[in-house]
T-cell receptor
């Protein structure tokens, strides 16, 4: 059972455009929602994260929008750059006394120069 | 600051062989994790350890065993490797009381022939 569903699987954006990646979750006990960025041959690294009591968080060109009632959250990359080309994973950390991180299936982003 | 260190980085096994993947973190984190990454499947949790001496199954535990030797080290063992276990394996750790991110190692690329 996929507890965190991520879309799209791949995304091609022109330089300067906006990249949008969406995730939906099922478990209302999740208490922390990070986004990870992964370059080829490397481990995932935290990009930005949000807690469910906040509707939006912005760090530079990266913004998380969070809709608790819809159980959805999304990553927006403004002014996308070729250096942003990577695989992005959303994740949710289990509440109810556990700290397991459940990941989405990933989105491969390619930003064209 | 080493962070999360995994060994080996690459390994080729024959079907039926056994091996142990090693992971160590130097950040005094409580929780440690083993994930496998397969194309189109994202990061799937194999096993999780909330503290020394405790382990919990994740989404795909079959064919694996783990050992949380101490707070620093969390090993993953394949007793009888199968081609279906060909994957990239990532170890991660997090300090849950501080509600911080999970940090990942650089991964182990395992091929079972």
């Amino acid at each position: 059972q996929q507890q965190v569903k991520q879309s799209p699987q791949s995304l091609i954006v022109q330089k300067g455009g906006i990249s949008i990646i969406n995730c939906a979750y099922e478990n209302t006990a999740f208490d922390y929602f990070p986004w990870y960025q992964q370059f080829p041959g490397k481990g995932p690294a935290l990009l930005i994260a949000i807690r469910p009591d906040v509707s939006e968080k912005k760090e530079g060109r990266f913004t998380i929008s969070f809709n608790k009632s819809a159980k959805q959250f999304s990553l927006h990359i403004m002014d996308s750059q070729p250096g942003d080309s990577a695989t992005y994973f959303c994740a949710a950390r289990g509440g109810s006394g556990t700290y397991k991180y459940i990941f989405g299936t990933g989105t491969r982003l390619k930003v064209l120069a | 600051n080493a962070g999360v260190t995994q060994t080996p980085k690459f390994q080729v096994l024959k079907t039926g062989q056994s091996m142990t993947l090693q992971c160590a973190q130097d950040m005094n984190h409580n929780s440690m994790y083993w994930y496998r990454q397969d194309p189109g499947m994202g990061l799937r949790l194999i096993y999780y350890s909330a503290s020394e001496g405790t382990t919990d199954k994740g989404e795909v535990p079959n064919g694996y065993n783990v050992s949380r030797l101490n707070k620093r080290e969390f090993s993953l063992r394949l007793e009888s490797a199968a081609p279906s276990q060909t994957s990239v394996y990532f170890c991660a750790s997090s300090h849950d009381r501080l509600n911080t991110e999970a940090f990942f190692g650089q991964g182990t690329r395992l091929t079972v022939v």
